[in-house]
Every structure is written in C-alpha cells, then in structure tokens.
C-alpha cells in the first residue's frame, strides 16, 4: 500500500548542478540524512532513474523538468529551482500533479547588477575588442569609440529585482537612467520610465534586458529593434536566451550599428562543461560572451543554496506554501502537537464537503482548516486531535478530483 506518511529519514532528496554546500548543510541540520548530490546535471536515461524514488529535486539552469518525466517520477512532492528563473519546469504541469515548485526570486540580483554595470564599462571604452588584439600580439593603443559612462543613457529593459539594483549601480556612476517595464513601478534615485521598448531604444547608449521568458518577451530585441537602437550604443542580456535574436545583433555588429554586445544567456546551452558551446557572436571580438554566469558569485550561490532548501524544508515539514511560483500560499507554523495533513485537489465544488465529511462520518474533530484556491486547485491543510489510519487517508485518496493527500510526519 502507498505510504501516506513519511519521516524525514525517508525522503530522498536530489540535489544536481553543484548546488551550494549551504543547501546540503540545512537539509542535515533539520534532521534530513538521504541527500545525493552531483556537481553535474544527469542525462536523461540517469535522471529518469533517479526521479523513480526522488520526493524533493534541486536544480539549476541546466536541468529541465518537463511533463514527460513527471509522468516517471510517482513520488515527487516538490521541486527547488535553485536560481531566479524557473523556465527549465514546466510549473503548470507541476500544479497539476500537486507538485510546487520553489526559487531565489532575490537572492543573486546583486551579482547580477554589478555584472552588468561592469560589462558596460568594458563595451563602452572598448575593451573586449583591445584586448583580443593584445592576445593575437598587436597593440593598438587608441581613445577612438572608448566613452566614459558618466553622462551616458543607461536603458533598462524590466524594471523588477535586478533591473532596478542595475539602476542604484549605474546611477552612482554619473550614468542617466531610463526605464521600461510592463507593470507601474516606483522608480528608484532618479530613474526615469518611459512609456514604450522603442522609446527606450532610441535614447539608450546602452540597453540591458531584465525580463522574464514570455511569449510576450520572446525575441523582444530582433531585426526592427536592433534598427532603432541609437548608433554606436551596446546591447547587454543576463535575462533570458530567447528574449534576444542573437542573428539580428550579430548583422547590428556586422554592420557597425551596434558599438559591442554582452551575453551570458543563451537559446540553446550545453548540459555542461564538456559540451561544445555555438553562437553568432563568436566571430565579434566587440563581444563578451559569458556561460550563464551572472549570478554566479560565492556569496549569490551560497544565499541561494539557504534561501531554496529552506522553502523546501518548511513545505515539506509544515505545509507552507510561501514562496511557491505555481502555488496557493499558505503559511503555517511548526505543527507541534497536532495531526496535520494535505489535500490537493482540483479546484470543483463539493470536494471540500467530501473532505470534510469523511472526517465527520467518523466521529474525527477538525480542530484547525486551511483552505486557499486559485482557478485550478484547491490546497487545504487540516488539522485533527485524533490518528488517521490508512483507511482514512485511503478514503480521501478516493474522493473524486483528488490530486495529492499525505500526513505529515
């Protein structure tokens, strides 16, 4: 019969990519000893192995959780993206299986910031290109297309986390910064918005993109943008590999419209080290091509590595929801004395009268109910002073809808 109800030394959990030994320590320090880690992604064949016994997952950039192997993973109970961005799974197909997935929305926008401040400096005095010249042994000592910053427009496209510490950073510079963002946000020091991306292009001496990956977003920066951006100016992307069309930067290079451009994401990345990496940029020295590295400082991964594996530990331990990108939330405390248990379920009418009645045939208190929805599922947490045997559990596992239940241990 399925376990309803597991103790933490039987959870297994996997952690892929060199995910921060700050991660391991807190899942050891909360009583959680089954840890297997790999400071690479698996290939598919080893990964869908993995995932046959797998109830937690960690992740970075590299791995991708897709629907298919959902389907080969029947224990899965929660996935950590350790990174901001959670494109790599598919979050909706994950609701659906009652499975909430959980990032670092915040914990590497510094990194990134002042990357991204860096590589401007580097693109607007010409770096890049000086020194691959000094590499093939020629020297060319020239203040020709070098600028200082200072004075400069910086354009920021995504006005959210990161693109708004990249404002702090360049304003501190001396640098006039503009904005472009979907949403009204408040700007910070003496930011400016406007009000379209072309708007935006066309005062910018440098453009960088800090956007999630959208239908809306994809290919944002293409031929007829490339186009309208101010001649000479520098195009820089930590955000995402298809918000950019790298071919329409790189005929913007060809043609001396665009002074340089910076890199670090990418529609297609190896899996990892040892994989070859291809690009249309590679034949510009103008260009500064990074291997998905903008949040990759020790402080960033360290901060995520805690922020992630905390998350992980709180849902799995009490319930809580905080924090999950394709989840209700729900936030609770430690469940002390209680028997606490979960019920996922398709968001219809009735189920929650079927929970609740399949306590009360049996004579069970409900001492405590959390319920909280959204337009697909319903995530309730109750709470009892009486023990549920298997047959309770399995009677709520039958109730039609039903898309998880599990005890907490």
């Known amino acids: ?107 590497n926008t510094r990194s990134v910031a002042e990357m991204v401040v860096a590589e401007c400096i580097m693109l607007m005095r010409g770096i890049p290109e000086k020194n691959a010249l000094a590499h093939s042994k020629i020297w060319h000592k020239s203040a020709r297309n070098a600028v200082e910053v200072r004075g400069k427009n910086m354009g920021i496209v995504g006005y959210g986390h990161i693109g708004s510490q990249v404002s702090i ?33 066309k005062i910018s001496d440098t453009v ?34 298809d918000v950019v069309d790298y071919k329409a930067v790189a005929d913007g290079l060809r043609s001396k419209h665009l002074a340089g451009a910076a890199a670090d994401v990418f529609p297609g990345e190896p899996a990892s ?6 690009n249309e940029l590679q034949e510009f020295d103008n260009v ?8 990759n400082t020790m402080e960033a991964q360290a901060n995520i590595g805690i922020e992630v594996a905390e998350k992980l530990v709180k849902y799995n331990d009490t319930g809580s929801t905080i ?35 399949c306590f009360s045939s049996r004579g069970i208190n409900i001492s405590a109910e959390y319920l909280q929805t959204d337009p697909d599922i319903g995530y309730v947490i109750i709470e009892t002073d009486s023990e549920l045997d298997s047959s309770v559990i399995q009677e709520l596992k039958n109730i039609p809808h039903t898309i998880r239940t599990r005890i907490f241990y």
Do not use: W
């Open 208 to 241: 960088t993109l800090h956007v999630p990956s959208t239908e809306l977003t994809r290919n944002m920066i293409s031929v007829n943008q490339v186009a309208i951006m101010k001649k000479d100016s520098c195009l820089i992307n930590t955000s995402r590999g």
């Open 323 to 357: 924090g999950a990108v394709n989840f209700v939330e729900i936030s609770l405390q430690p469940n002390v004395s209680k028997k606490r248990f979960l019920h996922i379920h398709r968001n219809v009418p009735g189920v929650l009268r079927e929970v609740n009645d």
């Open 273 to 278: 080290n040892g994989e070859p990496f291809l």
């Open 169 to 201: 950073l360049a304003e501190s510079l001396g640098m006039n910064v503009y904005y472009y963002d979907i949403v009204k946000k408040l700007s910070l020091g003496n930011a400016r918005p406007v009000n379209s991306l072309e708007e935006l292009l």
């Open 1 to 107: 019969m399925e376990k309803y109800s597991l103790n933490k030394s039987e959870i297994k959990v996997l952690l892929l990519e060199g995910i921060h030994e700050n991660a391991v320590r807190y899942f050891e320090e909360n009583n959680y000893s089954n840890i297997e880690c790999y400071r690479e992604s698996l290939y598919s064949h080893e990964l869908e192995e993995k995932l046959k016994q797998v109830h937690i997952i960690g992740i970075r950039s590299r791995t991708e959780l897709r629907k298919d192997l959902f389907a080969k993973a029947p224990k899965l109970i929660a996935i950590g993206c350790f990174s901001i961005g959670t494109n790599q799974v598919d979050i909706q197909d994950a609701k659906m299986l009652g499975i909430p997935v959980f990032n670092a929305p915040f914990s």
């Open 288 to 295: 500064i091509l990074t291997p998905h590295i903008g949040g």
